[in-house]
């Protein structure tokens, strides 16, 4: 079968609703006006004359065995440079050998690039657009960055993700030709989004290559899926730059009485624990918040409780309860669940993409910060949290792509979200800006102060 395939590669989608079928809440504009772009590499402002892509050229076809014929010379270099990052990493100078890169002008200016492929014939180029304004590549990497359609807002990730398309071609051109028309469903989606905002699987490998060449930290799930649908191809990414979970506060009291003790004197919380572990869990996490709310008051007369009843599951940690019609809300710790092994757990979660930290303290965080939201506007809370019948309560695959960012439970429903939102943030954690307004929009609890 002779089997030759164009893909256009786009650039940024206009601004969609976030919410399910009914569309409730909908981001009219994101707001753009605040995104800080990366400045210009310096060399972007040097005049590059027509001599230089020949010299860009003759490197890639010389060093790096591309057969190269770039027009453009801006072209030239960001692809050049781009080869060199990968081949440096993987100390391997064939690394492409066998790839076609040209550049011509295309229609549309918002494409990048378009790839083209014979699996029979063994044969893969990349044609860079001369229309693209390659001169605004950093500011464009950037808004789709804040958009949540890629991984990074670093210069070269669209580059990287193109070179990184034609290495699951050269490593599994059979992987490679069934990926491009099959997507992830369900709960793979989710994690898939956390890259991107796509969930087709070809699409995924080569943004999975873009994130770890532009140094992001993932949770290990992404490499399963990459392994699983390349093959395990054998590529080297450089170090990922941590994201440097932040601590905050720790106890270590002597007695869950010492514990309750500082709990109802610093914030007139009345809880009752199962274990010292528990109880220095949750003081430090009621500490953490207080820190970013910038006042002790908002737990006053909160309650926790210790109770199996409402808990089906024993691997679930804790659950609010909250009645939008009275205003009250208490929290209900389950004492079946293995809090001793809490901190493997947390970090079990987070490296399934379930959770944005594997800080042990969130198991608890996050049910405070449903407090927090709830006790905000008990109505709206309770409104969106139950309204299954019109789709209040889901979010659809826009609304995915910038939510799914933080975590795949985030990506669940906006309460969620809000929850795991603060919980990546007061970790330190950044987002794109479109990952911010969503929050900023949905939350319904007191002003936060995150300290980064
Ligand atoms: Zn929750």
């Not at 391997?92 to 549309?108: H, Q, R, Y």
């Not at 034609?166 to 709960?187: E, G, T, V, W």
């Not at 809000?418 to 800006?433: D, L």
Request: with cysteine; charged share 25%.
């Amino acid at each position: 079968m002779a089997l030759s395939i164009s893909i256009i590669k786009t650039s940024i989608n206009g601004c969609r609703n976030i919410f399910g079928p009914i569309k409730p809440r909908i981001i009219k504009n994101l707001d753009t006006s605040s995104i800080k772009y990366a400045p210009q590499l310096a060399a972007d402002t040097v005049v590059l004359s027509s001599k230089c892509s020949n010299i860009f050229n003759k490197q890639l076809k010389d060093f790096y065995k591309i057969d190269a014929q770039i027009q453009d010379p801006l072209i030239s270099r960001k692809a050049y440079e781009a080869v060199e990052d990968f081949c440096n990493i993987n100390k391997k100078n064939n690394l492409f050998s066998g790839l076609k890169i040209t550049s011509a002008p295309m229609d549309n200016s918002s494409s990048i690039s378009k790839i083209n492929f014979n699996a029979d014939k063994n044969e893969f180029s990349i044609c860079f657009n001369e229309n693209f304004n390659w001169k605004e590549l950093n500011k464009i990497t950037n808004e789709m960055y804040n958009h949540g359609q890629i991984a990074s807002n670093r210069p070269s990730y669209l580059i990287y993700k193109d070179l990184g398309e034609f290495l699951n071609f050269k490593y599994n051109p059979y992987a490679y030709q069934m990926s491009i028309n099959r997507d992830f469903c369900n709960a793979s989606a989710d994690i898939a989004r956390r890259i991107s905002d796509s969930v087709n699987i070809s699409e995924f490998n080569s943004h999975y290559i873009a994130a770890r060449m532009s140094k992001k930290e993932l949770p290990k799930i992404l490499k399963t899926f990459f392994e699983e649908q390349t093959g395990n191809i054998d590529l080297k990414f450089p170090k990922p730059i941590s994201q440097n979970i932040k601590t905050g506060s720790i106890h270590k009291f002597k007695s869950i009485e010492d514990a309750k003790k500082y709990l109802s004197e610093n914030y007139n919380i009345d809880a009752d624990f199962l274990s010292i572990d528990q109880a220095n869990l949750f003081a430090g996490s009621v500490d953490d918040l207080s820190k970013i709310l910038g006042d002790k008051k908002y737990f006053d007369g909160f309650k926790v409780k210790i109770d199996a009843a409402p808990f089906s599951n024993p691997g679930t940690k804790a659950s609010l309860h909250w009645d939008s019609a009275t205003g009250e809300a208490e929290l209900y710790l389950n004492p079946a669940y293995n809090w001793k092994n809490n901190a493997k757990l947390i970090k079990k979660d987070y490296e399934a993409g379930l959770h944005p930290t594997p800080n042990p303290k969130d198991s608890i965080l996050h049910e405070l910060c449903h407090w927090l939201d709830f006790k905000g506007n008990p109505q709206k809370y309770g409104a969106v949290e139950t309204d299954f019948k019109n789709g209040f309560r889901y979010y659809n695959e826009f609304g995915k792509s910038i939510t799914g960012k933080v975590s795949s439970y985030a990506a669940k429903s906006p309460a969620e979200f809000n929850a795991e939102y603060i919980c990546g943030r007061i970790n330190g954690i950044k987002y794109p800006q479109a990952t911010d307004n969503e929050f900023l929009s949905g939350w319904n609890g007191p002003k936060l102060y995150f300290t980064d």
